[in-house]
C-alpha cells in the first residue's frame, strides 16, 4: 500500500492494514486464475475503465476500491506482467452523484484490471448504498437537532467499514463494539431483577452507559437511578414525547425500534437527541455503479 493511499484511509478514521486485510481476503475468494479474461486479453493488453454511477446516491467506499486496484497488481501472479494499475479519483467520498458520473478511472494492464473489477464494485456498491440509506433518513430530519445513528446490526468483517460509510451519509455512530460503552438491554435487566439493579453493576467512572426502557415507568426508574442516556424501545409517537417531556433535558435520548423512513419525521419532531436505525447497515440495497471499458490496446 503506498503512503498517499494509507494517509487517506487513515483520514476516513479506518485502519489501513485492517482494510488491506479485507481486500486481500475478496481478491482471493476470485482464485488464482481468470480463464475468461486472461486467453482473450493476454498479459500484454492495457486498457482504461471508469467506474460510473447508474443511480443518483451518496458515494462511499472509493478508498477502498482504490486499494482493490493497486493490490491486485501486487500479487505474485500478476508480478512479471509489470506495470502497475493507476487509480484517479474524480470525486469525494460523501458527495452526491447523478447518473452519468464518473467515480474513479483505472488504467493499466488489462487482465488485473478486470480481476479487480468485481471485488472493487462489491466494496463500492454496497458502502455507496449504506451512505445513500443514511443521507435519506438525515435529510428527513435535518429541520430537526436528532441525528441519525447506526446500530451494531453489521455485516461480519466489515462493521468498520459500513459505519464509515453512515458518517459519509451524515449519520453517527453508535458504539464500535461491546467494550466501547455499555447498553443495558432488556435481558440485561430480567436478569439484574430491575432497570436500578443492573444500571448499579454496570456504571463505572469513565464508562457510558446507555439504559434501554421499554415503558414509562422504566425510564421513570433509569432517571431515578441517575441515568444519562436512554434509549426508548418501541415506543409510539405519543409515549416519545411524554418521554422527552419527562426526561427535561436530564438524559440524552435515542429512539429505537419500528422506525420508518416515512415516521422519522414526527418522530424526530418528539425532541429526541437520535433515532437509531439498524437497517442503515443491515438493510441498505447496493447503489447502482458499473465499470465501462473505455480504452483497450495490445
Same mark, same amino acid.
Given at each position: 500500500?503506498?503512503?498517499?493511499?494509507?494517509?487517506?484511509?487513515?483520514?476516513?478514521?479506518?485502519?489501513?492494514?485492517?482494510?488491506?486485510?479485507?481486500?486481500?481476503?475478496?481478491?482471493?475468494?476470485?482464485?488464482?486464475?481468470?480463464?475468461?479474461?486472461?486467453?482473450?486479453?493476454?498479459?500484454?493488453?492495457?486498457?482504461?475503465?471508469?467506474?460510473?454511477?447508474?443511480?443518483?446516491?451518496?458515494?462511499?467506499?472509493?478508498p477502498v476500491a482504490e486499494l482493490v486496484f493497486t493490490s491486485v497488481t501486487a500479487v505474485d501472479y500478476f508480478l512479471e506482467i509489470g506495470g502497475d494499475l493507476k487509480v484517479v479519483t474524480r470525486v469525494e467520498d460523501g458527495s452526491r452523484v447523478a447518473p452519468g458520473d464518473v467515480l474513479l478511472t483505472v488504467e493499466g494492464p488489462l487482465v488485473p484490471l478486470l480481476r479487480g473489477e468485481r471485488t472493487a464494485l462489491n466494496f463500492l456498491t454496497h458502502l455507496s448504498g449504506?451512505? @445513500?440509506?443514511?443521507?435519506?433518513? #438525515?435529510?428527513?430530519?435535518?429541520?430537526?437537532? *436528532? %441525528?441519525?445513528? +447506526?446500530?451494531?446490526?453489521? &455485516?461480519?468483517?466489515?462493521?468498520?467499514?459500513?459505519?464509515?460509510?453512515?458518517?459519509?451519509?451524515?449519520?453517527?455512530?453508535?458504539?464500535?463494539?461491546?467494550?466501547?460503552?455499555?447498553?443495558?438491554?432488556?435481558?440485561?435487566?430480567?436478569?439484574?431483577?430491575?432497570?436500578?439493579?443492573?444500571?448499579?453493576?454496570?456504571?463505572?467512572?469513565?464508562?457510558?452507559?446507555?439504559?434501554?426502557?421499554?415503558?414509562?415507568?422504566?425510564?421513570?426508574?433509569?432517571?431515578?437511578?441517575?441515568?444519562?442516556?436512554?434509549?426508548?424501545?418501541?415506543?409510539?409517537?405519543?409515549?416519545?414525547?411524554?418521554?422527552?417531556?419527562?426526561?427535561?433535558?436530564?438524559?440524552?435520548?435515542?429512539?429505537?425500534?419500528?422506525?420508518?423512513?416515512?415516521?422519522?419525521?414526527?418522530?424526530?419532531? @418528539?425532541?429526541?437527541?437520535?433515532? #437509531?436505525?439498524?437497517?442503515?447497515?443491515?438493510? *441498505? %440495497?447496493?447503489? +447502482?455503479?458499473?465499470?465501462? &471499458?473505455?480504452?483497450?490496446?495490445?
Amino acid at each position: 500500500m503506498n503512503a498517499e493511499l494509507e494517509t487517506k484511509l487513515r483520514a476516513a478514521g479506518l485502519d489501513p492494514q485492517a482494510v488491506d486485510g479485507l481486500v486481500r481476503t475478496a481478491l482471493a475468494e476470485d482464485g488464482g486464475k481468470d480463464v475468461t479474461s486472461e486467453p482473450i486479453f493476454g498479459y500484454t493488453a492495457t486498457g482504461r475503465a471508469d467506474m460510473v454511477a447508474r443511480q443518483p446516491g451518496v458515494v462511499a467506499g472509493l478508498p477502498v476500491a482504490e486499494l482493490v486496484f493497486t493490490s491486485v497488481t501486487a500479487v505474485d501472479y500478476f508480478l512479471e506482467i509489470g506495470g502497475d494499475l493507476k487509480v484517479v479519483t474524480r470525486v469525494e467520498d460523501g458527495s452526491r452523484v447523478a447518473p452519468g458520473d464518473v467515480l474513479l478511472t483505472v488504467e493499466g494492464p488489462l487482465v488485473p484490471l478486470l480481476r479487480g473489477e468485481r471485488t472493487a464494485l462489491n466494496f463500492l456498491t454496497h458502502l455507496s448504498g449504506v451512505a @445513500t440509506l443514511t443521507r435519506q433518513w #438525515a435529510d428527513a430530519i435535518a429541520h430537526t437537532d *436528532a %441525528r441519525v445513528r +447506526d446500530t451494531r446490526k453489521t &455485516l461480519p468483517g466489515l462493521r468498520a467499514l459500513q459505519k464509515y460509510a453512515v458518517r459519509c451519509g451524515g449519520g453517527v455512530n453508535h458504539r464500535m463494539s461491546l467494550s466501547d460503552a455499555a447498553l443495558i438491554k432488556d435481558n440485561h435487566v430480567a436478569a439484574a431483577g430491575s432497570v436500578t439493579a443492573a444500571f448499579t453493576a454496570v456504571s463505572a467512572p469513565g464508562l457510558h452507559v446507555q439504559v434501554e426502557c421499554d415503558t414509562l415507568d422504566q425510564v421513570r426508574e433509569a432517571l431515578a437511578a441517575g441515568a444519562r442516556s436512554i434509549l426508548l424501545d418501541n415506543m409510539s409517537v405519543a409515549e416519545t414525547t411524554e418521554a422527552v417531556r419527562l426526561t427535561a433535558g436530564r438524559a440524552e435520548l435515542e429512539a429505537s425500534g419500528g422506525l420508518t423512513l416515512d415516521g422519522a419525521r414526527a418522530v424526530a419532531e @418528539t425532541g429526541v437527541d437520535y433515532l #437509531a436505525v439498524g437497517a442503515l447497515t443491515h438493510s *441498505a %440495497r447496493a447503489l +447502482d455503479i458499473g465499470l465501462d &471499458l473505455t480504452t483497450a490496446g495490445t
